[in-house]
């Protein structure tokens, strides 16, 4: 396929668990974000990478949060210890040149329900 | 804080009619501002987006209004379409030469419907 894809699209874990969100990006596209939409409101920024480098991970709420993108292409998000308060639709988006073109093409998010 | 604010919330508009969304933001380092169109279940999908060096930007029945000095912008949906009710935002993106990383801050959304 030609857009970002991401895997699960459904995820339910009881508190306590790990979980690992999947992002394939479009091929060759440089620059990798992860956002986190709650129910009713506009995506919030995590994280984000150029290749395999994390250059920014100013939105992560607490260390439980961890992402990764070893090889510069997929990259997984992984929450330890889930809580209640992780609930929410997981986007990743990748855009094709970095500090060129801003245009971020979105995957159709995973959504995480922690009961 | 709320770094970009959209308003309103939601919007009813006959099929036909103009659709006017408006967003308003605080940091002068924005400099990429594009809108995405959300439906039930989908990601966000990039509509049209626009650059301060530009006041307009036309696409087909979607048109950008930018006011830099006001440090507002604006979509505006001609002929309303059923099929566009979906929720919008409007987001907002630092410059890389100011020391951004390309992250994107966005509004809170507007929920559109367009009624046959």
């Known amino acids: 396929g030609a857009g970002v894809s991401q895997s699960p699209r459904y995820k339910v874990a009881k508190r306590g668990q790990d979980v690992a969100l999947r992002c394939d990006p479009i091929?060759?596209?440089?620059?990798l974000f992860w956002y986190q939409q709650a129910l009713g409101q506009g995506p919030e920024f995590l994280t984000y990478?150029?290749?395999?480098?994390?250059?920014?991970k100013s939105g992560l709420p607490s260390d439980r949060f961890f992402a990764e993108r070893p090889e510069g292409s997929v990259s997984t998000l992984k929450i330890q210890r889930t809580q209640q308060e992780d609930s929410a639709v997981y986007l990743c988006?990748?855009?094709?040149?970095?500090?060129?073109?801003?245009?971020?093409?979105f995957g159709p998010g995973t959504r995480l329900t922690v009961t | 804080q709320q770094q970009v604010k959209q308003s309103p919330q939601s919007l009813i508009v006959q099929k036909g009619g103009i659709s006017i969304i408006n967003c308003a933001y605080e940091?002068?380092?924005?400099?990429?501002f594009p809108w995405y169109q959300q439906f039930p279940g989908k990601g966000p999908a990039l509509l049209i987006a626009?650059?301060?060096?530009?006041s307009e930007k036309k696409e087909g029945r979607f048109t950008i209004s930018f006011n830099k000095s006001a440090k507002q912008f604006s979509l505006h949906i001609m002929d309303s379409q059923p099929g566009d009710s979906a929720t919008y935002f409007c987001?907002?993106?630092?410059?890389?030469?100011?020391?951004?990383?390309?992250?994107?801050?966005f509004g809170k959304g507007t929920k559109l419907t367009v009624n046959p």
């Open positions: 988006a990748s855009s094709l040149e970095s500090g060129i073109s801003y245009e971020q093409y």
């Open positions: 091929s060759g596209h440089v620059s």
């Open positions: 990478f150029q290749n395999e480098a994390q250059l920014d």
């Open positions: 940091n002068t380092a924005f400099d990429y």
């Open positions: 626009i650059r301060p060096d530009v």
């Open positions: 987001a907002a993106s630092p410059s890389v030469t100011q020391g951004g990383s390309e992250k994107l801050v």
